[in-house]
């Protein structure tokens, strides 16, 4: 039988291309892998990456605190903080410059700013922070320039353009510069005052109403130095700068590396720059959360912030006016007599002698060009004078420390000395009025032989009349070394800045010049001493050679919630520099003699004019021949040979609670005790407001400082 085969039926032929399979192949592989990482995304690392999606920054905002009060030592209010509405501006991260242009065109509608002051860099700013102005700025620009990439550099093209075509602004235009200023120059973040003083209730309403068209602009209150009690305090005080002047340029990196703001308000002299880290106090701190998108989505205060600490001074205002009036007057007297007209000003110091409390720090300073008196009370502390006699009691102190004379062997010869090519040095009564004299009598009658004389002892001088003197050559040394432990020539740490240390000449002998120099020195006519120097010397006679560090705050104080005086934080305690090495009965040597300068009954005693105070006083006027020039400004204006007085002293004698240093400089004559006049007014108002009990064993010619 034959079998039939049949054919197999054939595949149908595929109508699909293999290009088309090979890119079905790869979408595949693509689809795949996207199902990988979006498992990693999710599964893996989804928790992660969520909270990199919520991540916020976080940062640290500072807000400004008013500053410490500070009073007298009665408790009286010299200076406090006034409050002040204010427009405030904060600049958040995400601010542009065209919107702060916007806001500070908005802003010049409603109120009034200073616009004094503004730079051609303010205008070309404010110009190009309009984007179409930018723009058309650029579109002027060189095409080289245009075709910078750098865009600061590419700016400063803009700005150069912009300063050399600026337009004509109105006043409100001015004012929206001025404003726009401010905000440009902040900092992220961080509050800036718009206007802070003289903000009128229609500005405040006129803002209040437009805040939400105004991005940054708030209402707040800020505050500004006041003097309730007047600002005859203020020489002393200090001064604080504005926000708008804000660090000053000595010390800004200072201050900026111990966290101040550019706009932070500083003391900038005096109290308020010696204890600005005291009245500061302490910034609020805010903790600030940005989103990723640089909006706040939190804010926490975390430090509602401190008010600085208050200063408690050791100064009685009602006594320190009075003492600055005295000054003032008897200088308006000196130059109305027409011996004035070359001198500084003058100088009065009163401390409490058995602790450096300063009581009172006046001053008068004259500009001898334009004839400008004004009030300078640190000119205490900042200028240095030739003092005269004053200096007398501690070159006497010092002999009897070096031991060329003693407490029972102090007599010497009064005649003059005579050096070659010099004229003769000798004391201001005729020559041969005194044979010879001791050491009270000396400082009674202000004996510059005497003190000539102590010298060339301490120098070991050999001295033949016209014809020649050697002294040994530490001579000048030797002088300054005792005068330095009185506290003259030397820095008295008072805690004021910008105190200086005097002038000191020639310190080695060198021909007959320099020993008439050594002569001089002796009885104050040749170095220069600062007046707080000199109250500090004759207050360490005063109290029998301590000498003390002379201070103006007592006590640092709290401030209150309802801003009264607090608790007291610190007081200052009296503080001895140093024992001078000298024994009681030299002191007292000493002391008899300044008593004796008041109350001798010789005819050439030299200040009288206090012995009627009681109880009575011990002291040591001062008398420089010293030299200025006409036009101290030019070196080559004439020299003119002037005088310089200078008292020192303390009350009551016997108990000693107030010590005195005044100066009056380069005067034209001396006709007139100008430094006596204020040293007895001191004294006296000082007995009429403090509890000083007059003696009653007192007589106007008493011979004894015990008597």
């Known amino acids: 039988m034959k079998y039939i085969r049949t054919p197999k039926p054939k595949r149908a ?20 892998a996207l199902v990988g990482q979006l498992a990693y995304l999710q599964i893996l690392n989804g928790g992660k990456f969520a909270a990199e999606v919520n991540r916020t920054d976080q940062t640290t905002v500072t807000g400004a605190v008013p500053r410490g009060l500070i009073y007298d030592s009665q408790g009286r209010v010299l200076v406090e903080n006034k409050a002040n509405n204010a427009i405030t501006f904060t600049k958040s991260v995400n601010t542009t410059t065209q919107s702060m242009y916007d806001t500070a065109n908005r802003l010049a509608r409603y109120i009034t700013v200073d616009h004094d002051g503004l730079q051609k860099r303010d205008y070309a700013d404010y110009v190009l922070a309009d984007s179409k102005a930018a723009k058309a700025v650029v579109k002027e620009l060189p095409k080289a320039q245009q075709a910078e990439t750098d865009s600061s550099k590419l700016y400063k093209y803009e700005v150069a353009y912009v300063q050399k075509h600026l337009p004509a602004f109105s006043d409100k235009q001015k004012q929206a510069i001025a404003l726009y200023k401010i905000m440009n120059g902040a900092t992220q973040l961080t509050t800036v005052y718009l206007k802070n003083s003289g903000v009128t209730t229609d500005e405040s309403a006129a803002v209040g109403e437009n805040l939400t ?15 309730p009690n007047g600002d005859s305090m203020t020489a002393i005080i200090g001064t604080v700068s504005s926000t708008k002047s804000g660090l000053p340029s000595d010390g800004l990196q200072s201050y900026l590396a111990q966290g101040y703001a550019r706009n932070d308000r500083v003391g900038i002299s005096y109290l308020e720059k010696g204890y600005e880290s005291i009245l500061k106090g302490a910034k609020s701190r805010t903790q600030v959360e940005l989103g990723n998108n640089n909006n706040i989505v939190k804010q926490v205060t975390t430090f509602k912030g401190q008010q600085g600490s208050n200063l408690n001074l050791t100064i ?11 000054v003032k007057s008897v200088f308006n007297q000196a130059l109305s007599n027409g011996a004035a007209a070359h001198s500084d000003g003058a100088f009065a110091v009163a401390m409490n002698p058995q602790t450096g409390a300063i009581l009172a720090l006046a001053g008068e300073s004259h500009n001898v060009k334009t004839g400008k008196v004004t009030e300078d009370a640190l000119g205490a502390i900042n200028r240095s004078f030739a003092m ?37 040095k000798k004391s201001v009564y005729p020559v041969g009025t005194f044979s010879s004299m001791n050491a009270t009598t000396a400082l009674e009658v202000s004996s510059n032989i005497y003190m000539m004389r102590l010298a060339m002892k301490e120098g070991n001088a050999k001295y033949v009349p016209k014809t020649s003197m050697v002294m040994d050559n530490n001579i000048f040394t030797k002088m300054r070394r005792y005068f330095s432990e009185f506290g003259l020539g030397q820095t008295t740490g008072v805690d004021l800045p910008g105190e200086v240390k005097g002038q000191s000449g020639a310190t080695t002998l060198n021909g007959a010049l320099a020993v008439g120099s050594a002569l001089d020195l002796s ?22 050679g301590y000498r003390m560090k002379p201070y103006i705050v007592k006590s640092i104080s709290q401030t209150l919630s309802d801003g ?5 934080i610190s007081t ?59 036009d101290p400004t030019n070196t080559n204006s004439e020299l003119l040979e002037t005088t310089t007085l200078s008292f020192v002293g303390f009350a009551p004698a016997k108990n000693p609670q107030i010590a005195i240093a005044v100066v009056v400089p380069n005067l034209s004559n001396e006709d007139v005790n100008y430094n006596e006049l204020i040293a007895k007014q001191m004294f006296a108002d000082y007995y009429s407001m403090n509890d000083v009990k007059k003696d009653s064993s007192y007589s106007a010619h008493q011979t004894s400082i015990n008597g």
Do not use: C
């Open 316 to 326: 009685d205002s009602d006594y320190q006016n009075k003492v600055q009036s005295i």
């Open 13 to 32: 032929k595929s109508h699909i291309p293999f290009r088309l399979n090979l890119l079905f192949f790869f979408v595949f592989l693509l689809l795949a």
């Open 213 to 227: 068209a105004m991005s940054g602009v708030n209402l707040g209150t800020d505050w500004e130095r006041a003097y």
């Open 564 to 568: 009264s005086n607090g608790a007291t």
């Open 572 to 630: 200052t305690s009296p503080q001895v520099q140093l024992k001078v090495p000298n024994t009681q009965a030299q002191i007292d040597l000493v002391k008899q003699g300044m008593w004796e300068v008041v109350h001798g009954t010789n005819g050439w005693t030299t200040a009288t004019m206090l012995n009627t105070l009681n109880p009575g006083v011990a002291g040591k006027t001062g008398t420089a021949q010293t030299f200025t020039r006409s």
């Open 523 to 544: 009885y104050g006519n040749y170095d220069t001493y600062t007046l707080m120097q000199m109250a500090q010397y004759v207050s360490t006679v005063a109290n029998n």
């Open 388 to 424: 005269g006699s004053a200096v007398k009691p501690a070159m006497v102190l010092g002999a009897l420390q070096d031991g060329v004379i003693t407490v029972n062997n102090n007599t010497q010869s009064d005649d003059p000395i005579y050096l070659p090519s010099t004229p003769v």
